[in-house]
């Protein structure tokens, strides 16, 4: 994730980025590229937008949707399905 320049993004900065929307309630849901982008950038935002942390911004992103979905599952008690 480069940011050249100034861009608008829309944040949600009150929405919890790893609760499931109504569509997105399996616990085997897998977040898609735009959620994790999403979940990078307002971690960059939170970190006071400093470049050069892009990839660990993106594996945070990654990492909370995945701890997420293996709580979901815990407490459903599904099985992991790779």
Known sequence: MTLKGKRNENVELHASPIEPHAEDSSANHA????QIRR????IYLERGGLPGR???DWLQAENEYETAALFMRTVTGEKHRP
Do not use: L, S, V
């Open 54 to 56: 892009e990839f660990e």
């Open 39 to 42: 979940r990078a950038f307002e």
């Open 31 to 34: 977040p898609n590229h735009d």
